[in-house]
């Protein structure tokens, strides 16, 4: 399994690396809106500084178009580094592009996947990971679990390379679901990490136990 952070606020991927076994972090132009009118490419390479090498970095394409698209993925890779996942998503055009990025070596995630027939295609374009919106397709009656586990079956019966990197999260339950579903990776932001820990019984337990301790020991240490 593979946790990342969908965030571009560097105290919190700060945090999250400390604490998280953290796989990576993933950005989209929404993402970014939130941190202000931030200097775009000297964050994101900021925010390798902090995760390093070895963790994935996602960036995603503005253009709309084939040969924007294109535009966009080299300016995002010579701005950064040759590790750069190119968030592309699935539309007639943005199929093609990923297509023409794998043959020139990128990194590919394709994203706004909401069906499982744009996920087998992205997984037939050779996309290295795709990333089915969860929440907003429950929010659209749409079955995000069956989505996902088609897309998990499909890549297991033609022994694919490609990756499900399960996003759009609102609840630590709907990421427990995509991974239950077959989802080897998931990103999500900093508020479903944090309501993960967020149960009082995980804090009362804890206290019961160093409180036990002191009361045998009279010390709050081993």
């Not at 503005?62 to 294109?70: E, P, R, S, T």
């Not at 590790?83 to 394709?110: E, F, H, M, R, W």
Request: proline share 3%.
């Amino acid at each position: 399994m593979e946790f990342l952070l969908d965030t571009l606020n560097l105290e919190a991927i700060k945090k999250w690396h400390h604490i998280l076994p953290l796989a990576g972090v993933t950005s989209n132009p929404s993402i970014a809106k939130k941190e202000g009118e931030i200097d775009f490419f000297q964050r994101i390479n900021e925010v390798r500084k902090i995760i390093g090498l070895d963790a994935s970095l996602h960036v995603q394409v503005v253009a709309k178009d084939y040969q924007g698209i294109l535009a966009d993925a080299k300016k995002i890779r010579q701005k950064t580094d040759d590790q750069i996942y190119i968030k592309v998503p699935v539309t007639p055009d943005g199929l093609a592009a990923i297509k023409s990025l794998k043959a020139k070596g990128y990194n590919v995630t394709a994203t706004a996947i909401y069906t499982t027939m744009q996920g087998l295609l992205a997984i037939s374009a050779g996309a290295d990971y795709l990333a089915p919106y969860f929440n907003r397709m429950e929010n659209l009656d749409i079955n995000a679990e069956q989505v996902v586990m088609e897309l998990a079956q499909a890549i297991e019966r033609t022994d694919s390379s490609s990756k499900i990197l399960a996003a759009s999260f609102k609840n630590a339950s709907q990421v427990t679901r995509a991974l239950a579903c077959g989802a080897q990776a998931v990103t999500a932001g900093p508020d479903v990490f944090e309501a993960a820990f967020a149960m009082p019984s995980i804090a009362k337990a804890v206290d019961d136990f160093a409180a036990d301790w002191q009361a045998i020991q009279h010390k709050d240490t081993i």
